[in-house]
């Protein structure tokens, strides 16, 4: 589409899309929107009338609001659907040559919906630029299973998945192809590859993948992760197989992550380094994201099985700290390439004058995994970073939460105890949101009443001590994995 338009993303209007429309032959349009399920749902419109199309382009359409979010009264349920041009894609699956476009929530009053996840996250980003003057981007790590059949020809081990090739890897070209639709529809993939985790049953095999992406802007990326979401799922029934992103499908494995990378920018550049060294942005971030992490598994870590993936010795970490390059880390400062010494030419002949390119340092935040309501988690993320810009002691409080030790370790029992440990249920991730709602309310960007349903959904679990109740009971723990595995 941008080689049809020539011009980016950002800058679509109705006569792109209508360009778009016409010079493909486009026969629908599906808009597509993010309800209080977390999900994207579809409404299918005809595009054969350009009149029409031009009314549903300018104007939206009608929906009940009240099948779409369960704190909307169905006395007064309307809610309308703008379409948000910048996010049109041709879609890969239609037989009917169709483009699809997430919209945006309104009320009757022709006003943003205040519930809306995706309204919320574009909240904090402007909230953030406002208030600091700088800029934050986020980009996504997308873990997944791909659960087939039992295949006896070209065997992995357990836990020994990461980066495997084709054979061993058996849906590699699964994952290529979901790479390659999804840089097809707009999004910005970095790379895509085999995870740790495999697992093998007497009937079925489970390979674990992840596609990683480039820093956007936080509702950018938000969308491009839950589309991507939809796009591995189409490919799981287009293949027969099952795409899951639940946070745990056996216990003793490695359950899905969502670990979520940002960076503080201005002007464009990248300011996370000074003097070969973390800038006091970057040490800024890392304190609000400090400050948030318990309470942020509300929205990263929504189900009980979250709990199950964020125990003692496994992949995910636990405690409350953060280190540089270290994955037993809650936050990881990972390398960006910040290093003044060319590589390349170290093993390649020389390639004449050296091509100089910035650093890319990030920030990782690691607890999140593939239950998250993404717009909220991303969100909720951006909070915690306006909330670390607003401190004054953020130096000594990231001083006190610093690791140097790998927690994984039995031997670093004792530094581990130093730290606080994330909550181990949905319950107990609820009573954290409840102590940390100022910080997400402060600047009118969560509702209160966005807080209290998803205090009330995480207490409907009644998930309290889930792990201490369930532990040797393998049939509960596979009833509880399946009852969730499609997140």
């Not at 079925?204 to 992840?210: F, G």
Request: charged share 25%; glycine share 6%.
């Amino acid at each position: 589409m941008n080689k049809i338009l020539n011009k980016e993303r950002k800058d679509f209007t109705k006569k792109d899309i209508i360009k778009i429309i016409k010079s493909k032959g486009i026969r629908a349009i599906n808009f597509r929107y993010v309800a209080g399920d977390g999900r994207l749902k579809t409404l299918n419109l005809p595009a054969c009338d350009m009149k029409y199309v031009d009314r549903i382009l300018s104007c939206g359409e009608r929906v009940d609001g009240s099948s779409l979010f369960k704190s909307i009264d169905t006395s007064s349920s309307d809610l309308y659907v703008i379409p948000r041009y910048s996010t049109v894609f041709e879609n890969p699956f239609s037989s009917v040559p169709s483009i699809d476009i997430i919209c945006n929530f309104f009320t009757k009053d022709g006003n943003p919906f205040d519930l809306a996840y995706d309204y919320t996250l574009l909240k904090a980003e402007k909230k953030f630029k406002e208030m600091t003057g700088y800029e934050i981007m986020t980009f996504g790590e997308l873990e997944y299973y791909v659960i087939s059949s039992k295949n006896d020809l070209y065997p992995m081990s357990a836990q020994k998945g990461y980066h495997e090739s084709y054979p061993f890897n058996k849906w590699e070209m699964l994952r290529v192809e979901a790479m390659d639709l999804i840089s097809g529809v707009g999004g910005k993939v970095k790379y895509a590859h085999s995870e740790v985790g495999f697992i093998r049953t007497e009937d079925k095999e489970m390979s674990q993948n992840e596609i990683e992406f480039l820093p956007s802007s936080p509702l950018d990326s938000a969308y491009q992760l839950l589309v991507s979401k939809w796009i591995l799922h189409s490919l799981g029934l287009k293949y027969g197989v099952i795409i899951t992103f639940a946070p745990k499908i056996s216990v003793g494995h490695a359950g899905s992550g969502l670990h979520i990378h940002s960076c503080i920018t201005k002007n464009g550049k990248n300011v996370m380094i000074k003097d070969s060294s973390l800038s006091a942005e970057a040490k800024k971030l890392i304190a609000g994201f400090l400050t948030v992490s318990k309470s942020a598994t509300a929205f990263g870590n929504t189900l009980p099985t979250s709990y199950l993936r964020l125990v003692p010795h496994q992949e995910a970490p636990v405690r409350v700290c953060w280190g540089y390059r270290n994955r037993s880390a809650l936050i990881r400062v990972p390398l960006g390439w910040t290093i003044d010494k060319n590589m390349s030419d170290q093993i390649n002949p020389s390639s004449g004058p050296k091509t100089s390119y910035p650093h890319s340092q990030t920030v990782e935040f690691r607890a999140g995994d593939g239950s998250a309501n993404i717009p909220l988690y991303i969100a909720c993320l951006v909070c915690g970073a306006l909330n670390g810009f607003e401190m004054k002691d953020y130096q000594n409080f990231t001083d006190r939460h610093f690791l140097d030790k790998n927690l994984f370790h039995q031997e670093h029992k004792s530094i581990r105890d130093k730290f606080e440990s994330l909550p181990s249920s949905c319950y107990e991730s609820s009573l954290e949101l409840i102590k940390s709602r100022e910080i997400y309310e402060r600047h009118k960007i969560f509702s209160p009443v966005l807080i209290d349903s998803f205090v009330k959904k995480l207490q409907s679990y009644n998930d309290k001590n889930l792990s201490e109740r369930l532990y040797g009971k393998e049939e509960e723990i596979k009833r509880i994995v399946e009852e969730y595995l499609y997140c």
